[in-house]
Every structure is written in C-alpha cells, then in structure tokens.
Nanobody, 121 residues
Framework: QVQLVESGGGLVQPGGSLRLSCAAS????????MGWYRQAPGKQRELVAA???????NYADSVKGRFTISRDNAKNTVYLQMNSLKPEDTAVYYC???????????????WGQGTQVTVSS
C-alpha cells in the first residue's frame, strides 16, 4: 500500500506565499513523476506543476514564474512553493505520484487526499 499525505495549505492574503508538502510512504521501490494538481469549485482538476525523477519540471502557464516544484528523492517528498498568490489560485490542491510496482513493468497513479488553499483578503 502507498499513501500520499499532503500538508501546508491554508488561508493567505493576495500576494502572500505558501509551501505545500507531500510525503509518500509504503511499499515504494522508486517514484517516477510527481506533481501537483488543483481543482476549484465548479471546475475540472488541472495540472499545476510536475517534476520527473531526474528533476525536469513542467508548469501550467498560469503559475509560471510564481510557483516552484521540487522534490527530495531520499524522503519521497514533493514540494510546491507558491509565491505571489492570487485569488484565482484558490482551490483544493492534490499531490500525485507515478510509482512502479516491484516488477517494474507496471506503473500506478496515487493521489493525496487534497489540501485547501484559499487566497483572500
């Protein structure tokens, strides 16, 4: 069993910063890509940022220059540093990890439970 546990959400004023963390635990041999998604009320879940095991990153256009994704492979943890937050960043943020099984032939997507980020004055 694999679990992803997120932390770091909360209420912040526009222009403020938050740092999200997501730690993976369980039967993990390796983790391929990790990422953060978000879902605002009435909208579809969207990719915010992703990072490969080698450190290559990808960002949604709406967060480029403001958000930074990073990971600590030794701790099986991914982070999302969010700066210059805007009200439109308000959403539930979900952590995602692509993890191979012990055969290395299959890869499975795992999701965290979500953490609320609210940007409001």
């Amino acid at each position: 069993q694999v679990q992803l546990v997120e932390s770091g959400g909360g209420l912040v004023q526009p222009g403020g910063s938050l740092r999200l963390s997501c730690a993976a635990s369980g039967s993990i041999f390796s983790i391929n890509a990790m990422g953060w998604y978000r879902q605002a009320p009435g909208k579809q879940r969207e990719l915010v940022a992703a990072i490969t095991s080698g450190g290559s990153t990808n960002y949604a256009d709406s967060v480029k220059g403001r958000f930074t994704i990073s990971r600590d492979n030794a701790k099986n943890t991914v982070y999302l540093q969010m700066n210059s937050l805007k009200p439109e960043d308000t959403a539930v943020y979900y952590c995602n990890a692509a993890i191979p099984d012990s055969s290395w032939l299959n890869e499975y997507d795992y999701w965290g439970q979500g953490t609320q980020v609210t940007v409001s004055s």
